[in-house]
């Protein structure tokens, strides 16, 4: 789990137009009050590995992802996905 302990949008990804956060065949991954800003790519990833190798039970919850080269979320070869309360 990404939790931000000290409070919302404390914890802070800065990715300077550099990737993304990519996250490959996770499972019960927790995002919780994180801000990520200026990935090249996607904001945040998440993905399977293969059609058969998946990701799955994961959530993205309270965050701040902005200014992304691409879609702020992205998810693919995936289950049980939630993304909630986000700007």
């Known amino acids: 789990s990404i939790r931000s302990y ?3 949008r404390k914890a802070i990804f800065s990715c300077a137009g550099t990737s993304e956060l990519n996250f490959t065949s996770v499972q019960g991954l927790i995002i ?3 801000e990520v800003s ?4 996607h904001g945040i ?3 399977g590995a293969t ?4 990701a799955s039970d994961a ?3 309270n965050s701040y992802i902005h200014n992304s080269g691409y879609a702020c979320f992205k998810s693919n070869w995936s289950d ?5 309360k986000n700007e």
């Open 80 to 84: 049980r996905i939630t993304v909630i």
């Open 38 to 41: 200026y990935p090249s790519g």
């Open 59 to 61: 959530v993205v919850m």
């Open 51 to 54: 059609k058969t190798d998946q």
């Open 45 to 47: 990833y998440i993905r």
């Open 32 to 34: 919780d009050g994180v």
């Open 6 to 8: 000290d409070g919302p």
